[in-house]
Structure formats: structure tokens, C-alpha cells
DNA sequence: CCTCCACCGGAACGTGAGGAGT
DNA sequence: ACTCCTCACGTTCCGGTGGAGG
């Protein structure tokens, strides 16, 4: 890629052949045929849901486990594979799948399942409970069983649980149709905030997935590498080397599955024959610092100037900072750019909040006489977070501020 | 063993925006 | 148009605390 002309760019690009045979494959998206190294909760799920071929309500199901352990993967395969054996025993069963991340309130939930069995429901205007009646009315005209797998439920309860309440209890109200719900969370506390009567009915049954180790995301990748490229593209190295990145980030498939991908891409626009190790390497911090600019550029504004308080003292040598000396700083820029100053138990929990989004790592310690703070260390790339910061168009005349650092902490 | 620093973090409260009901 | 809510975001107030130094 040199100074050709967009015309043989194309061409060279066209003819630099594809390493894939598939991409779809490596998209979290897609849902594979079988799941190796999940037997054990497809088995449990299955279990339980085999009453509904029988015309029973099977228990309500939650399943936890934290992201890429294939909660979702199971249980769509789960539900396709249900649905196909109600099909051939002529026992009606429904599976719905719904992910809450998207709908996220009460009323487009009961719209969107509505919709599912061909009401017209307008996106907005009713009643909430007058959707709550059409849906019942629309699944109660024959015998059957409905099974609602609700995504990412803990997204759902944030904005209270009437819906679910409301879901519980339908059965009493149903004379022949059937309902029963699974919901899927990675938080592995969010039931706590439920009133307890949801909790109970809600959670009939818990499934647990555990993070896969490195070997078993070899499985899997090698599984997928199979119908995703074509044969002899990956290096020997690639497949373990992203299974050992990520089972270090708490045994996420989903992640290792990105890598993949990602080596391959970069493999690709390199006009490389094969994909190779460094690859690897690169789709890695490449991952890692699409995810920091898209975490940062989101932030709110008070959040950003606190952020970029911490990489200013980075730059003066401090390697680790107390939120004394945060806040010290955090004043002058917001003197400098004309914000509002908040108070620092404020600035605490926006340190709080950065350090549970991962862009920062904030301990407390005890300094004996010297008191007690959080040691707060910055856990990005301090290049790329500096330079999304400075994109906020409140911030880019920080480009060049040097903040006064006393010598001691004070004020 | 006691003190005392420099914060932590819980609790109660204020405010303004936005939605639902009437 | 109106009240009544809830929610997010902040503030004020304040009791609590691990451990270096005396």
C-alpha cells in the first residue's frame, strides 16, 4: 500500500486471497451445532424443560455465569433443539428469545412478545397492562408451552421488576397455554435487589457455568478454526496462544473467539500467508485498546477530568496516586477548562466507578501516620486514554496544561 | 499501646429532568 | 396543563479506621 491508486488498491486487495472460509463462525452471534465441555448444563437444562413435551410448566431456570462461558449458547441451542422435538411430537412448545440489553423496559418487553404471536402492538400509547392482556389473550388460545428466555435479565431489574412479577404469575391467570421463564445473568448477586417473591419463583432451578480453562477454549477454537478458515492458515502457536490470553481474562470464550478473528483480520491486510503468533499479539492490544476508547469516549465529562488527573500525575512520575492528590489536581483543570468543582467524596466514587469499569486499579491502604486513601494506578494504556480524553471537545484545551504539584500533599 | 492522619464510605437529603396518570 | 413519581447525580454531615510513629 504505497502510492497506488485507489483503483489498484482494490485490485491488490481482491487479489491477496482470503484466509477465511467463514467469519460468521467466529461471531458471537452465531450458535454452533454442538457445545463441547458444557454436556453437564445442557443435560441439567434439558432436564427441566423436557416436562413441557409433556404439556407440563417446567420450573423457572436461572442460569449464571460470568460472560463468554456460553450461557447463551446453551440455551438458545437448547431451546431450537426443544422446539424441533415438540414439532415431531406434535406437543406445541414455544421458545422466545429475548435479550433485555436491547429491550430494556416493561412495555417493549410485553410489546415485543406480543408481536411474537402476531398482535399489533403499537412501539408506544397503551396502557402497559392493556399489552399485558393482549399477550395473554394471544398466547392463551390453544394448549401449549411457553418457555421466555430473557438475556442479560439483570438489565431488566434496574428498572424495577413488574415485569417479572407480572410473569410469574401469569400461569393463574391462563387457562390453557402455559408459560415458564429462564433468565440469564452474569451478575452473579443481582437476585438481592428482587422482592423475594420474584426470587423464589424466579429461581425454581440455578444453573452455575463455570469458566472454561485454557484447554477447554482450545476445544472450542479449534472446533470453530475448522469451519472459519481455510486449512493450514493458522500457525500451530495461534490456537493455544489465544486460549492462554483468554483464560486469563476469566476463561471467556467469547473473547478468545474475538482473538481469533481478529489475528486473522490483521493476518489478512498484512498479505500474509498464514496467521502467526504475533498476530495473536497485535488482535490482542488491539482488542484491549478498542475497548479503553470506547469505554473512556462514553464517559461522563466529571469523569473524564478525573481520569485525566490521574495520567497528569502519571506523566510527573507518580506511578501510583492517592485520592488527596487526585483531587488536588482535578480542581485546577476544572478551573482551567470552566467546570463545576465537586466535592471530593464525589471525586471518590467517580474513582470508584473508573476502577469498576477497569480503567483504573484503586486499593485502599492504610499509610499509618500519613493516613489512610486509595492507591489508584492506571490500568490502560496511558497513550490512547490521554488522547480519547483530549478528543472531548470540553477537554482539548488541556492539551497543554501543566498543573502546579506541590511537593508534599496538602490542602 | 496509644495517637492521629487523611482519607473511606454510609446515610440522609436536595435538585432537576423526564415519564405516567388524570 | 397539572400533579405525582422515580431516577440520576451531587452535597452535607459524620462516624470509622489501619498502621507508622511516638
Known sequence: ?????????????????????NKEVLRPSYTPKSLPHRSAQ???????????????????????????????????HVGIELERKSDSLNSPCVVLYINCEVIDTQYRLLANLAKQF??????????????????????????????????????????????????????TELSRAKLSMIGV??????????????????????????????????????QRAEIAYKSEVLDEMVIP???????????????????????????????????KEKHVRYAQEKIE?????????????????????????????????TTGEVYNIYRQICNNVDMDILTQRRVSDLISELDMLGILNAVVVSKGRYGRTKEIVLSVPIGSTRRVLLEDYRLNMLADFKPVITAQMQL
Open 1 to 21: 500500500m504505497k502510492d497506488n491508486s485507489l483503483d489498484e488498491l482494490f485490485q491488490d486487495l481482491l487479489e491477496n486471497e482470503s484466509l477465511f472460509k
Open 42 to 76: 445442557i443435560n441439567n437444562l434439558a432436564t427441566i424443560l423436557v416436562s413441557a413435551l409433556r404439556g407440563d410448566t417446567p420450573s423457572n431456570i436461572l442460569i449464571y455465569g460470568k460472560t463468554g462461558t456460553g450461557k447463551t449458547a446453551v440455551a438458545r
Open 118 to 171: 402476531g398482535q399489533d402492538v403499537p412501539m408506544t400509547g397503551w396502557p402497559t397492562d392493556q399489552v399485558f392482556l393482549k399477550f395473554k389473550e394471544a398466547i392463551d388460545t390453544k394448549d401449549q408451552v411457553i418457555i421466555v428466555i430473557l438475556d442479560e435479565i439483570d438489565k431488566l431489574i434496574k428498572k424495577g421488576d413488574d415485569v417479572l412479577y407480572n410473569l410469574s404469575r401469569i400461569n
Open 185 to 222: 445473568s452474569n451478575d452473579l448477586k443481582f437476585t438481592e435487589f428482587l422482592d423475594p417473591r420474584i426470587k423464589s419463583s424466579l429461581g425454581e432451578e440455578e444453573i452455575i457455568f463455570p469458566p472454561y480453562d485454557a484447554e477447554q477454549i482450545s476445544d472450542i477454537l479449534r
Open 241 to 275: 496462544l489465544c486460549a492462554a490470553f483468554a483464560a486469563q481474562e476469566h476463561g471467556d470464550a467469547r473473547r478468545a473467539l474475538d482473538l481469533l478473528r481478529v489475528a486473522g483480520e490483521l493476518a489478512e491486510r498484512e498479505s500474509e500467508a498464514q496467521v
Open 289 to 321: 485498546v478498542d475497548r479503553v476508547v470506547e469505554v473512556v469516549q462514553t464517559l461522563p465529562t466529571q469523569s473524564k477530568l478525573t481520569l485525566y488527573s490521574v495520567v497528569l500525575l502519571r506523566d510527573y512520575g507518580h506511578r501510583n496516586v
